[in-house]
């Protein structure tokens, strides 16, 4: 969420941050909104005083006058309507500021879309083969260790099955990063995979994807689209001492997604579905802090790739391929020669404050001073299935074997054939 003293003291420079977003931005409404609030908010304070006033003055009186009596309900019954009409307006004006998405970095390079993002490194030479690779939906297939006929009888189509060595592949991969995490001092946990709406609210997540999300009407519950929705409500409301930061935190949990798109390339094999893995890294940070915060959480999530030997390459995002709460974004995307693409196994993003003013997650940077609000970082460390993917596709033999990392060998001991 933006901060409304910024709107109010500079919208025309809110409006041209977001139309480098390629968002069109009117502030009118919000200024009208706020103004409104503001105004009720002085009525019910003036109105409080006056009964207050009169309050006293009835108190003080040996005889109760009627006409003060009368008064005193009067005050309180306006009072208790401006109320009401008060929490209305603020209602209505978060509405309009839930919907605004976070303003771009000034470091952010200016772009429309995806096709204007930027490679800022890369990381080792694609693997030359004495054969023809296999994209990874027929070696899976042929190992025996993906099952996309029981997946769809199961639950639809984006489903599948990992069976067997495909199983234990992917929770070789899930138990490997997250020990390495873990040496980088990040805090693990297990959130849940359902939260309440406001956890969705606070993450961005609400209202803007609401068509995204599965959600489960009786209970009110909401599936997580990934684990940066619980961690980003850990320390919802909470002060905390400056002496913590910065938090870092690691968690692996299952993902639930809608994903709506028409057949074609994407859709092949187990690279997106309704339901996958990822282990995610967050950190909140004193906000001096959160550029270089960004940097390492980048520089962590790059070590998974590689440790795995796998050729990657980070992407700079442009203002107009930004993500909602993001202001600045690098992606990770490793090779895959089976498929013949580079994939996206990392979002690496800064949110500045703005998932912080949702949440109302402040810290006190000294003895007395008065609370600011934190800066919120999110990155997938790394985002099964693809890492599997590359994983399969990059260590295929000629025989159709797959070779096990030397990463994950401790974990696995075993060839996959």
Request: proline share 6%; glycine share 6%.
């Amino acid at each position: 969420m933006l901060d409304i003293k910024l709107i109010r003291e500079n919208p025309a420079l809110v409006r041209q941050a977001l139309e480098k977003r390629g968002e069109t931005f009117t502030p009118e409404n919000i200024l009208k909104a706020d103004e409104r609030y503001r105004r009720l908010l002085r009525q019910v304070e003036l109105l409080r005083a006056k009964h207050n006033e009169t309050s006293k003055q009835l108190g003080k009186a040996k005889e109760k006058p009627p006409e003060l009596i009368t008064e005193m309900r009067d005050l309180g019954e306006q009072i208790s309507t401006l109320q009401q009409e008060t929490s209305q307006t603020k209602k209505e004006l978060n509405s309009l500021l839930l919907r605004i998405p976070n303003m771009p970095h000034p470091s952010v390079i200016l772009g429309k879309d995806e096709s204007d993002n930027i490679v800022v490194r890369t990381w080792g030479e694609p693997k030359t083969f004495p054969f023809k690779p296999l994209p990874h939906w027929e070696l899976g297939e042929k190992l025996g260790i993906i099952d996309f006929h029981r997946g769809v009888k199961l639950s639809g189509r984006r489903f599948y099955v990992l069976t067997g060595m495909g199983a234990c592949l992917q929770r070789a991969l899930i138990t490997f990063m997250l020990n390495l995490h873990i040496e980088h001092g990040y805090k693990e946990i297990y959130p849940p995979f359902m939260v309440k709406q406001e956890c969705m609210i606070g993450s961005g997540n609400l209202p803007k994807f609401s068509d995204n999300l599965y959600h489960d009407v009786e209970d009110d519950f909401w599936f997580i689209p990934t684990a940066e929705v619980p961690m980003t409500n850990l320390h919802r409301n909470e002060v905390l001492d400056v002496k913590v930061l910065p938090l870092y935190y690691v968690a692996h949990t299952a993902c639930f997604r809608r994903e709506k798109m028409a057949a074609g390339k994407d859709t092949r094999g187990i690279k997106r579905g309704h339901q996958f893995d990822k282990v995610e890294l967050y950190k909140l940070t004193e906000p001096e802090k959160s550029a270089d915060e960004l940097e390492k959480l980048v520089g962590d999530a790059e070590e998974v790739c590689r440790r795995l030997a796998i050729p990657y390459r980070i992407v700079q995002l442009c203002t107009g391929d930004l993500g909602f709460a993001a202001c600045k974004t690098y992606d990770i995307e490793m090779w895959a020669p089976g498929c013949a693409e580079w994939l996206e196994v990392s979002s690496c993003s800064n949110c500045s404050d703005f998932q912080a003013r949702r949440t109302n997650i402040r810290y006190r940077p000294e003895s007395g001073a008065k609370a600011r609000f934190v800066h919120t970082l999110n990155g997938s460390g790394l985002a099964l299935p693809r890492v599997l993917i590359a994983v399969l596709e990059n260590y295929q033999q000629p025989d159709g074997t797959i070779l096990i990392p030397e990463a994950l060998q401790p974990y696995m001991k075993i060839v996959v054939s």
